[in-house]
Every structure is written in C-alpha cells, then in structure tokens.
C-alpha cells in the first residue's frame, strides 16, 4: 500500500437546494484499495461517486494523487446504473 492515499476526502458535503445529501465526509482512499459503498435508497452514495468524480458542486475538499491526474481532471471511471 503507498503511503499516502490517492483521493482524500476532508469535510465534504453536497446540498441539493435546500436536502443535506453529505455533510463532514472524510475518506481516504489507497492504491489497490477496493471500496464498496452500501446503504439505503437516497442514502448520498451516488451523491459521494459524483463528488469524488467532480461532477457535482460540493463543500470542502477533495484532493487526487499526482498518479490519477491527466491535465487538471483526475483520470477516474464511472459507470451510472441506469
């Protein structure tokens, strides 16, 4: 495992207008990790992905490892389940 992780997640939070969907997220996430992300329906996990991917507004930060940049986007895959 490196040491230092490759997305760091400090206080993050989303708002929709006026739903909290994330608030004081903090993760960090290492090579070779495999993360899975449970919970209910409407529970923020898509809301999380999106974050992390920086497709969505969000509050606090998100920092990428040297390694998963390409130009000033970080090089990450998602795949939405519709």
């Not at 206080?11 to 090579?31: F, K, P, Q």
């Not at 998963?68 to 895959?77: A, D, Q, S, V, W």
Request: hydrophobic content about 35%.
């Amino acid at each position: 495992m490196s040491s230092s992780p490759i997305v760091q997640l400090r206080d993050v939070g989303v708002r929709y207008d006026s739903v909290t969907a994330l608030e004081h997220v903090n993760l960090d996430i290492y090579a070779n990790d495999f993360v899975g992300i449970i919970g209910p329906n409407g529970g923020g996990k898509s809301t999380l992905v999106k974050a992390i991917m920086g497709i969505i507004p969000y509050s606090g930060n998100i920092e990428y490892s040297r390694e998963l940049m390409r130009g000033k986007k970080p090089h990450i895959g998602y795949l939405p389940q519709i």
